[in-house]
């Protein structure tokens, strides 16, 4: 069944139509709430109430857009009340390798560049945190999630010009909060 009708049918109550709605957007509503909050189970629960909102809002939604762009901005609102509500940075921590039982060499050699990895996503996702939110918003959008300068505008509501000022301002920002974590000696950089 074509999205409009199955949005058409939801707006009439079917829960069957619904359904099949979310089973659609799942992936997408839940990447996008991972994405800001880093926190699984977090943004499950948030991805949830997400479509909660979205079908008792059905009624206000008049097709002017795509139904994929207003169940994001939903979604993007809803996550952006949590973190505002929650209101707290959370403070770096770096995990300590576990000592390990004797393994061959590469064992070992693997397990310090996953540990490197992960430490560095945190690096990158605690950085981000400390820029202003409508940056935090927009990069996820555009470099997490993948989506297109015309998505993010319909998303956002803002001009495509708006979109690329604020992710060049956002990148800017982020790559300053990130250069004390990876300047080496010498001067080179290395993410």
């Not at 409508?134 to 708006?162: A, N």
């Amino acid at each position: 069944m074509e999205e409009k009708e199955l949005v058409r049918q939801s707006k009439e109550g079917n829960e069957k139509a619904f359904a099949s709605l979310v089973k659609q957007y799942k992936t997408k509503v839940f990447n996008l709430a991972w994405s800001l909050t880093r926190d699984r189970e977090t943004a499950d629960d948030l991805a949830q109430e997400a479509f909660i909102k979205a079908y008792f809002a059905l009624p206000t939604f008049q097709f002017k857009s795509e139904f994929g762009t207003w169940l994001y901005r939903i979604t993007v609102n809803h996550v952006q009340d949590y973190l505002r509500k929650k209101s707290k940075m959370s403070k770096m921590l770096f995990e300590k390798m576990q000592e390990m039982p004797l393994v061959q060499e590469n064992e070992i050699i693997k397990k310090e560049k996953e540990q490197i990895i992960e430490q560095r996503k945190k690096i990158v996702h605690q950085c981000l945190q400390t820029i202003p939110e409508k940056y935090q918003v927009i990069l996820s959008l555009r470099e997490i999630q993948g989506f297109s300068y015309e998505e993010i505008t319909k998303i956002l509501k803002i001009s495509p010009g708006t979109v690329d000022s604020r992710l060049h301002r956002a990148r800017k920002m982020l790559r300053k909060k990130l250069a004390p974590f990876f300047i080496q000696k010498g001067g080179n950089h290395e993410m």
